[in-house]
């Protein structure tokens, strides 16, 4: 799968990973702007099971 999405990136070496550099970083800040807290109801994240 990695060699299919490496070889439809465009240019040679430094622009492939240039532009994958940017899409996982433009993948990242979807998820926590907009993904994780779409889905954080579905999840108990407000309570902890550390206790003193």
Avoid: C
């Amino acid at each position: 799968m990695y060699s299919w999405i490496w070889s439809k990136l465009p240019g040679g070496r430094i622009a492939k990973t240039f532009v994958a550099a940017v899409i996982l970083a433009g993948l990242a800040f979807f998820m926590f702007t907009i993904g994780f807290p779409a889905i954080e109801h579905y999840f108990n994240v407000d309570q902890t099971t550390i206790t003193e």
